[in-house]
Structure formats: structure tokens, C-alpha cells
């Protein structure tokens, strides 16, 4: 009998009527808030806590928007900490507005007829914001009449109704509860918010969203959302086309891979789900009925599209709504996989007979794509068949046991893979991972400059042929195997050069990958600052037992380190990391660990990838050269007082 055996049955000795516990919705939310909203974060990723808190509240308001009532709203972030939003819909009904902010299941969608094709249909959303939230409140503005009530925590303290002459709607304020390890150091970001409130006013043309003073609004919905994402012109003119239920917009870009943006009743699904599949399928299927051959495959590569679908009490595969389940338009009504099949088949087929000239150019796209993958189909077969056999034993990956793409797994979010270069830093790396959500690549020191090359040079390389068996998308997103890819390199010029060069791998041949916000790097330490003098104690400092009484600070910017020589006294004795090589083990389990430190990579709807590329990893221009020297730093390495190496 081992030592858990004993301590599972002295559990169960202990157990009886006292151990069962009944929670109120309120504490339920905030003993588990991922069941509800996903993940907790501090705003720095799309999908922190604080974002669905937001989205929760604006879908309600939307909601109104698309029964017709209110075509503005008013979202309003003070300090990037406190939210208010305001629509000019019906108002909640005010006999029920308590129930409706604060007990679950309760709401105003289970009956159809309200809302047919809602995005939140049960009962939780703005309940979770309320539980979630340090400070809440609600006006509920009805003819002449405000009811008022205020929140702290999901408990209420206020509750008053009184008359008004402002206009019929909703009011909604609420701030985050960073107290009790919930949202702690959070901050809205501006760049988030703004993309999210854009993305909601694509799917509801004529809808005016005013964020912080500045009007948010979309003439031409998806046709406008493509125009704003593409970072490659178009081949031809977007192709915008719509039904009762259904809006489609595509084109084709110089670009490899496929890039779709999916929605469901106004909801992003940004893991896609039955609806993208369904349009990926029939899309490729109608253009090569209409040309009478070509593969799909060459069909789709290029391809930039968007798809949104309103669907009668739609099943998403969790409570933050990202990827779609149902198969069905309606509980009694057609399969999403037909509804979208035969819309693509007769509008699509129909807008190609008329315009001759946009399907002369979509085939002369196809035609290039398959000229390409014959040229290297040779190649592709070596590659896929060496690749194969590393995986087997591929001594540049250290695989971890969750992948993003395990459909059922609860952390799947959680995976993520580290691209370091050379043996020291992924050793150091490796050994101080989480084994289950964590893998490691190896680099050979600096990857191949691949601006300009063709995709081939994807299966003639080796290292770039096992990172693309590694991470799994040959075929696309649908299979990638980690959520977050993360760029591990030194702080030092090689390191930029070898960040810059990965990066450029995956724009040039993966633009999704990027633009799907799936590509980090890795923030580490440029310095470590403690003091054995100084007896402190404070859990915000890292200490180490094995090695004194003392305070060790790890900083990332020189303003850091000013400060925390400044906390901690004289004398410090100051490391400066040049490699992440030097960095032991036990520290770096700190540094990939719940405060792991990262930087997405993005791009912005100005940013054009082919000129960038071009400008910063083409020819030596004289262009770049004059930039590099306008912009060179040059810092003299000399060791200050009180450091060593």
C-alpha cells in the first residue's frame, strides 16, 4: 500500500453529510470560472477571461440589434479597467432584471420566438460577469422608467427604480474582480477590444458600435472584413454574396495555404466547426464541377474567405463558443452541411457563368497551383516518407502528451511547443517543461533565409519538413497540433536574425498560422538581481533555499533593474543573461511556467506580408541599409559594478 492508497482512505473515513455542499450559482461561478468562461489570463491573449466577460454583455446588446431594436451601442473602458456599455434596445424586462443578471438559468431565450438565432442561449453569460466582477451594475431604461441595481461579486447591494427620460435600453457596467487570484494585474487591451467590436459590426451592417469616442461601423460586412485581414491584394474583386440565413465573401491572393474567418450568429468561431467545413468542402467542390477538373486541393490554396450563418439554437463545443457542433440549421430543419452545400452550388456556380472574367482568373490561379504541387511531387513524397520515419524517433522534437488538436482534452488550449536554437537552450528548456503541454524543437543554429523560394523548399529542407511534420499543418489548420508555437531564441542580434528567419518560414509558407494568432516569442530575463544581505520575505520574490536567505529578482528591461536594485539594497550582485543556455533549469521552470512571458506575433490590416518580407529579408537594398543604420544601437558590453559572469 502506498502512500496515496493511505491517504484516500483516511479521506473516506472521514466522510459523511458534512462533506456534501450545495453552492449558489454565484459561488459555483467562482469556484470554477473556467467552466463557464474558459480561461482567467490578464487580457494580454484574445482569449483571456476578460474578453468573454466582454463579449457576454455586448452579445445581449447585439441580440437587440438584430430584432430590430437599437442601432447603437456605446462601449466605454475607463483606464483599461472598467466597462460600460450602453444599447438603445427594449430594456431588460425590469420586473426580472435581477433574476436575469444574477440567477442562472434564467433568461429571455429559451422561447424561439424571441430570439430565433441568438448566440447566447443558456441563461449563464452576463450571470458569470456578474459573479466575476468586483463592481456591477445594471439600468434597465423602459418608458419612463430606470430600474437600478448594483452587484459586488454576484451579492446585490442596491436596488432602486425611479423615473427618466432617457431613451429605452440597457446600461451595464462592471470591473473585473482582480482580488481572490481571479483576474489579477488585468488590463483591456485597446488592439483586442477594437478588433472584437469590428468583427461584431461585419456581421450587422448598419450597426454603429461607439468605442471610447470613436465610431465603428461596416457598409458591406464580410466583404469589408476581408479587405480589412488581407495582407496580400486580391486576384480579383471579393466575391460577396448572401442569403436569408447565410453570407459568403471570397477571393484568392499570391499566398500559400488556405485562410478562412467563420461566424455564427455574430459569434467568431475562431476553431471553426461544421459551418467552415461544410464552405471548404462546397466551394471546392462547385469550382471544379464548373471547370470539369482540377483537385481540390489546388482549388483552395490561396484561397481568403469568410463564411456566417445564423442557425436556430446553435450547439457550440464549449461555453466560450469558438467552434461550432451543430449539424443541424434547426432542430427540424436541413443539415448545416446541405443548407451551405446547395447556397455555394447555385450562387456561386451562377456568379461565375456571368462573370467570365473573375473565373478566367480563379483558373489561372488553379492552374499555377497545380503546376507547382507537380513539380514537386517528387520531393513531397521523400519528405513526407523521411519525416515520417523521425517521427518515430525525431531527435529535434520533445513531444508533450496534450495537443491542441485532441478534440475532447480540457487543456488543450494549454499546448504549446518552444522552437529554440541549439542543444543548450532547448536542454535547458526541456528539462524544465510541463511534459504534458509543453513540447520542444530543436534548431540547427540559423534556418534558411526562405523569402522568395517556393513551397518545395519546404520538403527539401529538412529541418523546415520536420517542423511542418511537427506542428502538423501541411494540410492546414484543421490539424494543428499546438495551440500556441513559441520562438525561444537568444536576446542577443543572432537570436533577432533566427527570429526573423522563423518567422519569415511561416508567413511565407503559413500566413494563417500567424494571422490566427498562433505565433509567439518567448520573453526571458535579461538580467538577475539578489541580495543575500537583505532578509525579505515576500511571496511576489522568487527565493532559493538551497542557497541562502536571500531575495532574487528577474528582470526584463534595464527600468526593471533599476528598480529592483533599488528595492534591494546596496551591493547587489547582478547576473546579465547573454543566452538562454546559461539559464539554469530550475530558473527556467519559472520563466515557461503560469507567468510565462510572451509576445504574439501579428500583423495589422495595413501590413502588406509580400512588401514586408521583401523589405526585410530581400536584397540589401539601400533602402534597409540606411534604415539599420538610422535605427542602430550600440551598446558597449562591459560588465557595472557589482556584476559578474
Do not use: W
Not at 450571470?127 to 423602459?142: D, G, I, P, T, Y
Not at 494585474?185 to 456581421?203: Q, W
Not at 499566398?255 to 467563420?262: A, I, P, R, V, W
Not at 498562433?518 to 538580467?527: E, M, R, S
Amino acid at each position: 500500500m502506498n502512500e496515496e492508497d493511505i491517504i484516500i482512505r483516511q479521506e473516506n473515513v472521514n466522510y459523511d453529510d458534512d462533506n456534501i455542499k450545495t453552492l449558489t450559482g454565484t459561488e459555483h461561478i467562482r469556484l470554477r470560472p473556467g467552466m463557464y468562461i474558459g480561461r482567467l489570463g490578464d487580457g494580454t491573449f484574445p482569449e483571456d477571461g476578460i474578453y468573454v466577460l466582454l463579449k457576454e454583455v455586448i452579445d445581449n446588446s447585439i441580440d437587440e440589434f438584430k430584432m430590430k431594436a437599437g442601432d447603437r451601442i456605446e462601449i466605454n473602458i475607463e483606464d483599461n479597467l472598467r466597462v460600460s456599455v450602453r444599447d438603445y434596445g427594449r430594456g431588460i424586462p425590469q420586473g426580472k432584471m435581477i433574476e436575469a443578471v444574477s440567477v442562472l438559468n434564467t433568461g429571455g431565450k429559451y422561447d424561439s420566438k424571441a430570439f430565433k438565432k441568438s448566440i447566447g442561449l443558456n441563461g449563464v453569460g452576463v450571470k458569470a460577469v456578474n459573479a466575476l466582477s468586483k463592481h456591477f451594475e445594471v439600468h434597465s431604461f423602459r418608458d419612463g422608467m430606470v430600474r437600478k441595481a448594483s452587484f459586488e461579486r454576484g451579492k446585490l447591494l442596491s436596488d432602486v427604480t425611479e423615473k427618466t427620460e432617457d431613451e429605452n435600453g440597457t446600461y451595464i457596467f462592471f470591473e473585473p474582480d482582480a482580488d481572490d487570484k481571479l483576474f489579477k494585474g488585468y488590463r483591456f487591451h485597446d488592439d483586442i477590444v477594437e478588433n472584437m467590436l469590428r468583427n461584431y459590426t461585419y456581421l450587422n451592417t448598419g450597426l454603429a458600435i461607439m468605442y471610447n469616442g470613436r465610431r465603428i461601423l461596416s457598409r458591406h460586412g464580410l466583404e469589408d472584413l476581408l479587405k480589412d485581414r488581407m495582407t496580400n491584394d486580391p486576384l480579383y474583386p471579393i466575391v460577396h454574396l448572401k442569403g436569408e440565413d447565410i453570407e459568403v465573401a471570397f477571393t484568392h491572393a499570391n499566398q500559400y495555404g488556405e485562410e478562412y474567418y467563420s461566424f455564427v450568429n455574430g459569434q467568431h468561431t475562431t476553431q471553426g466547426g461544421t459551418h467552415q467545413s461544410a464552405f471548404k468542402e462546397h466551394i471546392a467542390k462547385t469550382i471544379k464541377e464548373f471547370f470539369g477538373k482540377y483537385e481540390y486541393g489546388d482549388i483552395r490554396t490561396g484561397i481568403v474567405a469568410a463564411i456566417a450563418l445564423n442557425v436556430e439554437e446553435p450547439v457550440f463545443e464549449s461555453q466560450t463558443k469558438i467552434k461550432l457542433g451543430s449539424t443541424q440549421m434547426a432542430p427540424d430543419g436541413d443539415s448545416i452541411n446541405k443548407y451551405v452545400g446547395d447556397f455555394i452550388k447555385q450562387q456561386v456556380d451562377n456568379y461565375l457563368h456571368i462573370h467570365q472574367d473573375v473565373a478566367e482568373v480563379i483558373e489561372n490561379k488553379v492552374k499555377e497551383n497545380e503546376r507547382e504541387r507537380k513539380a514537386m511531387a517528387g520531393v513531397t513524397k521523400l519528405a513526407r516518407e523521411r519525416a515520417k520515419k523521425a517521427n518515430l524517433h525525431n531527435r529535434k522534437l520533445r513531444d508533450c502528451r496534450i495537443h491542441y488538436s485532441d478534440a475532447k482534452n480540457e487543456r488543450k488550449e494549454e499546448s504549446c511547443i518552444f522552437i529554440t536554437e541549439g542543444d543548450s537552450a532547448s536542454g535547458s528548456i526541456t528539462k524544465s517543461r510541463d511534459v504534458n503541454t509543453q513540447a520542444v524543437f530543436s534548431l540547427r543554429g540559423k534556418p534558411l533565409n526562405s523569402f522568395g523560394l517556393t513551397k518545395k523548399i519546404v520538403y527539401e529542407n529538412e529541418e523546415f519538413n520536420l517542423l511542418q511534420a511537427a506542428l502538423d499543418i501541411e494540410e492546414g489548420l484543421d490539424t494543428l497540433r499546438y495551440n500556441k508555437v513559441i520562438v525561444a531564441t537568444d536576446a542577443d542580434v543572432d537570436g533577432m536574425h533566427i527570429r526573423l528567419l522563423i518567422i519569415t518560414f511561416f508567413l511565407q509558407f503559413f500566413p494563417e498560422l500567424v494571422k490566427k494568432g498562433h505565433v509567439y516569442v518567448l520573453q526571458t530575463p535579461l538580467f538577475r538581481v539578489r541580495n543575500k544581505r537583505t532578509k525579505i520575505r515576500n511571496k511576489e520574490m522568487r527565493e532559493d533555499g538551497k542557497k541562502g536567505d536571500f531575495v532574487t529578482r528577474y528582470c526584463y528591461s534595464e527600468d526593471e533593474r533599476s528598480k529592483a536594485i533599488e528595492e534591494l539594497g546596496p551591493d547587489p550582485e547582478i547576473t546579465r543573461f547573454k543566452g538562454l543556455g546559461e539559464i539554469s533549469p530550475e530558473e527556467f521552470a519559472g520563466f515557461i511556467g503560469p507567468d510565462i512571458r510572451l509576445e504574439q506575433v501579428t500583423l495589422h490590416k495595413n501590413d502588406q506580408v509580400q512588401k514586408l518580407l521583401e523589405y526585410y529579408m530581400g536584397k540589401n537594398t539601400m533602402e534597409r541599409q540606411n534604415f539599420i543604420i538610422d535605427n542602430l544601437v550600440i551598446e558597449e558590453d562591459r560588465p557595472e559594478e557589482g556584476e559578474y559572469e
